[in-house]
């Protein structure tokens, strides 16, 4: 019987071990891909839009060239902190069910062997952020193999019709970086302007583009459909049909509830978010959220550095209240 379980290897779950680690408590972190897993799914060459200090954990200094640090960067840094700190993070183990017990939680894991295995800790702490649930479309065609919800890199689509569905800041940027490279891009939202959350030193880059017609974009048109070489959407009632060798459906993420139904978790049936307490305890006793993994489809409320917080609340009150019966 482990004290804690810690659901996810991203920064927020990181820190949540090294203050598990350091408070004494028995404590193991499952991860279902690669260490920061989201982070290493980033695009290639990507900077991230805030500045270094506000993404290091456990007081270690992340030392960057730049005031912003780009993907290789982060991913260094974190392999680092978690060697240093020598976690107990388990990848490559797929959290698959999760159920409360008078004792406490019952964990099942999948590991690449494709065995299941049953782990029990008295608290559990999910923070699996939302990368890995895309915001889908619902029209034929998304599912085509040219088609993602991620972006990676540009190089690949010189010379290629490139759509991207979606107007805030991700969007810009692949846009951008896609354009640089020699594609021919093409930007579709539903919206009448960009996202107001767009990034301020974005905007005029991307502005200028459109004003030069380097880069098309398409307002308050609506996706119906996705086919092998084209985008079909509709404008005003008009059918609009726009060439695409690639698609990026960059229309953002949510947060997955399934663990949280499996464990009896109240949550919100239109936003997806989990009933939380002051100390991000959700309705089930011993069962905390830190990061966005508890904010459903609220994800503009959490980012790294409030979600570090989180961390650092729960893991108080779990260390608090270690000594307690599980329901205490």
Do not use: K
């Given at each position: 019987m482990l004290d804690l379980i810690i659901i996810g290897a991203g920064p927020i779950g990181l820190e949540a071990a090294i203050r598990a680690k350091r408070a004494g408590l028995r404590y193991r972190v499952l991860e279902k891909g690669a260490l920061v897993d989201a982070i290493y799914r980033y695009p290639t060459y990507m900077t991230f839009f805030t500045t270094s200090e506000r993404l290091e954990i456990g007081g270690h200094p992340l030392v960057t060239a730049t005031d912003k640090p780009t993907r290789k960067e982060a991913l260094d840094y974190y392999r680092k902190v978690a060697h240093a700190e020598a976690l107990e993070v388990r990848p490559y183990a797929e959290v698959t069910a999760l159920r409360r017990d008078a004792d406490g939680f019952e964990v099942t894991?999948?590991?690449?062997?494709?065995?299941?295995?049953?782990?029990?800790?008295?608290?559990?702490?999910?923070?699996?952020?939302?990368?890995?649930?895309?915001?889908r479309l619902g029209v034929p065609g998304e599912d085509l193999a040219h088609v993602s919800h991620y972006y990676d890199e540009a190089h690949p689509y010189y010379g290629q019709e490139v759509a991207i569905v979606g107007a805030g800041s991700s969007a810009a940027d692949a846009a951008l970086d896609l354009h640089r490279a020699g594609?021919?891009?093409t930007m579709v939202h539903r919206g009448d302007d960009f996202r107001r959350s767009l990034k301020y030193w974005i905007r005029p880059n991307l502005e200028n583009r459109l004003k030069e017609g380097s880069i098309v974009a398409h307002f308050r048109t609506e996706i119906q459909?996705?086919?092998?070489?084209?985008?079909?959407?509709?404008r005003d009632g008009r059918r609009v049909?726009?060439?695409?060798?690639?698609?990026?459906?960059?229309?953002?993420?949510?947060?997955?509830?399934?663990?949280?139904?499996?464990?009896?978790?109240?949550?919100?049936?239109?936003?997806?978010?989990?009933?939380?307490?002051?100390?991000?305890?959700?309705?089930?006793?011993g069962l905390y959220c830190v990061g966005s993994a508890g904010f459903g489809r609220r994800t503009s409320d959490v980012f790294i550095e409030n979600g570090l917080v989180h961390a650092e609340v729960a893991i108080?009150?779990?260390?608090?209240?270690?000594?307690?019966p599980a329901d205490a």
């Open positions: 894991t999948v590991r690449r062997d494709g065995e299941p295995r049953t782990l029990r800790s008295r608290f559990v702490a999910l923070a699996t952020g939302y990368f890995d649930h895309p915001n594609a021919r891009v459909a996705i086919t092998d070489d084209a985008v079909i959407a509709t049909t726009i060439p695409a060798d690639r698609v990026f459906l960059l229309t953002g993420y949510h947060a997955s509830r399934e663990l949280l139904d499996q464990a009896g978790a109240v949550t919100d049936g239109e936003t997806l978010a989990a009933e939380l307490d002051d100390r991000f305890q959700t309705s089930v006793p108080a009150d779990i260390a608090r209240r270690a000594g307690a």
